[in-house]
C-alpha cells in the first residue's frame, strides 16, 4: 500500500497516536503547578512552640491588652498605663519564670505609638519572647481567611 493510515489489511488498529495523550498529560501538570504554587503561597503564621518532656508543665504568659483610647490590663488587672506600671509587674513576673512569653492584644483604634511603647516596656523588663493577639475570620467554609 502506497499510504499508511496505521491499520493492516484486516482493520485491525497496529499503531496509536500517543500525541493527544501527552499533550493532556502536560496541560494536567501545568495546573497542578500552579494550584500548587497558589496552595503553598498562602501567609501563614510562624508560631514558636514551647518544648516539654511532660504534658503537665504549664507555660506562663504575661497578657497586655491596651483599651481605646486610654487603658491597659495586665492579666486582667487595669494599671496606668505609664513607664513603672507595666515594667514592675512584667519584671516581678520575669523573676518567678525567667522564660516568660507575653502576649499583646491591642483594639483596633489604638495608635501604633502606644503598641510600641508598650513592647519597649515589656523589653527594658527582661521579656523578649512577644506575640500578638487577633480574631481569626472565619469564612462561609468555616476556615481562617484574611481580610482583603
Known sequence: M?????????GAIMGINVTPLVDITLVLLI????????IVGQKAITVDLPKAKTGAEVQEVLS???IAPEGM??????????DDGLVAIARA???KTPELRAVVKADGT???ARVMHALDQLRVAGIAKVA?????VLTAGGAGAEKP
Not at 2 to 10: D, E, V
Not at 73 to 82: C, D, I, K, R
Not at 132 to 136: A, L, Y
Open 93 to 95: 513576673a520575669v523573676t
Open 110 to 112: 489604638v495608635s501604633h
Open 64 to 66: 497586655v491588652v491596651l
Open 2 to 10: 502506497a499510504g499508511s493510515t496505521g491499520r493492516s489489511r484486516h
Open 31 to 38: 495546573v497542578f503547578m500552579v494550584t500548587a504554587k497558589l
Open 132 to 136: 500578638f493577639g487577633v480574631s481569626p
Open 73 to 82: 490590663q495586665v492579666n486582667g488587672e487595669m494599671v496606668p498605663e505609664n
